[in-house]
């Protein structure tokens, strides 16, 4: 078949594509009418997670449920915006990781407030200047974000989901050639995580490698010195327009990264994969056995913990601490009760949402 049949049948499917989706925004707005009109959630990702099972489960094509994801992301970020416009903040600067990681949810057509640390994320959602705020919570190479954890302590704010992310570092600038290149910037972490990379292609040569805040900064500095390169996200070099040279330049494909989609008094309904976090701030820990006993009534009841991470109690002279913890299953399920009436004011629930593995 010649290249113009095929771009004719393209053009014929996408006209009939464009009058499915609209006929679908037209169901979604009624929703939003019903939804306002109850006062309920507009977003509500266990919905989500139910089409996206239900349309892998039926798909015998070439789409894999990584691309399923994507595609359906970006319509329920237009369905969602349609219902009800809601404004997104993320710990910037644009370009970073955690922009894709808001991108990957909320779409290209969200209204974005980007922001300079992760308190102002906390505090944007608080104040209601956003609906939603997301943050990194750890990386699977480097460990937790102690801010997000002290954060989600001491402010009133609940979990509505998570998010992972590939971390993929790419290798941009402005030179076509290795040899014109005299510094590079990124990230410290970056540098340390691209290491196999940075020995085999720029083995002596001499290059200056310059650390610098963010990987969005060093594409910045590629955009603005041509003898220069960066080590950034994908989406940070197309952003300031930087050619990339090298894709996927990281040492390990295994290294992650954890976010949380933050709102104020957000609940999900049980879905049948969930996660729920807490924080427990249990009393008379010098007492020896208190954490062990704590952790024995997970498993008593068939709780499976998944996460452990124990924070300073800070302002007093003492060693004690407090733990984030997290554990398979909805606060709803009836071993989770039990465990969160036996603890009351000592546990202190920050959501159940879908589990992403
Ligand atoms: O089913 C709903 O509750 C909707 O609002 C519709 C819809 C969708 O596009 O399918 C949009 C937003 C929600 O997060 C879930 C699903």
């Not at 679908?24 to 996206?52: A, N, T």
């Not at 941009?172 to 540098?191: E, G």
């Not at 200056?208 to 940070?236: H, Y």
Request: net charge negative; charged share 25%.
């Amino acid at each position: 078949m010649e290249l113009q049949d095929l771009r004719n049948r393209i053009d014929a499917l996408d006209d009939q594509l464009l009058g499915i989706l609209n006929e679908r925004m037209e169901l979604v707005k009624k929703v939003g009418d019903l939804k306002r009109s109850s006062q309920s959630i507009i977003y509500r990702p266990e919905r989500e997670k139910q089409i996206l099972d239900r349309l892998e489960k039926r798909n015998d094509g070439l789409l894999t449920r990584q691309a399923i994801d994507a595609i359906f992301f970006e319509i329920f970020a237009v369905s969602r915006n349609l219902e009800l416009p809601e404004r997104v903040s993320y710990l910037g600067p644009e370009g970073s990781f955690t922009h894709q990681a808001a991108e990957s949810r909320f779409g290209g057509m969200s209204e974005y407030l980007v922001l300079p640390t992760i308190h102002s994320v906390f505090e944007s959602v608080e104040t209601g200047r956003a609906k939603f705020g997301v943050v990194p919570i750890e990386n699977n190479q480097e460990g937790i974000v102690i801010e997000t954890v002290d954060f989600l302590r001491e402010k009133n704010l609940s979990i509505v989901a998570e998010v992972l992310l590939q971390v993929h570092f790419t290798f941009a600038s402005q030179s076509d050639s290795l040899k014109n290149i005299r510094r590079i910037y990124s990230k410290d972490i970056a540098f340390r995580q691209c290491g196999k990379f940075i020995s085999e292609y720029l083995e002596g040569m001499d290059i200056e490698l310059i650390p610098v805040e963010s990987t969005s900064k060093a594409a910045k500095m590629a955009a603005q010195e041509p003898d220069s390169a960066a080590i950034c996200s994908s989406i940070s070099a197309r952003l300031f327009g930087v050619p990339i040279l090298y894709d996927n330049i990281e040492d390990s494909d295994q290294n992650r990264t954890r976010f949380l989609i933050l709102a104020k008094d957000f609940v999900n309904i049980k879905s049948d994969d969930d996660k729920t976090t807490i924080i427990a701030n249990l009393p008379n820990t010098n007492r020896p056995g208190v954490l062990y006993e704590f952790l024995k009534d997970f498993n008593d009841r068939g709780i499976n913990l998944t996460k452990i991470e124990s924070r300073p109690v800070r302002g007093t002279s003492t060693f004690r601490a407090w733990f984030l913890v997290e554990f398979l299953g909805h606060v709803d399920d009836a071993p989770v009760q039990e465990v969160m009436h036996k603890y009351g004011s000592h546990l202190k629930w920050l959501g159940s949402y879908i589990r992403v593995s």
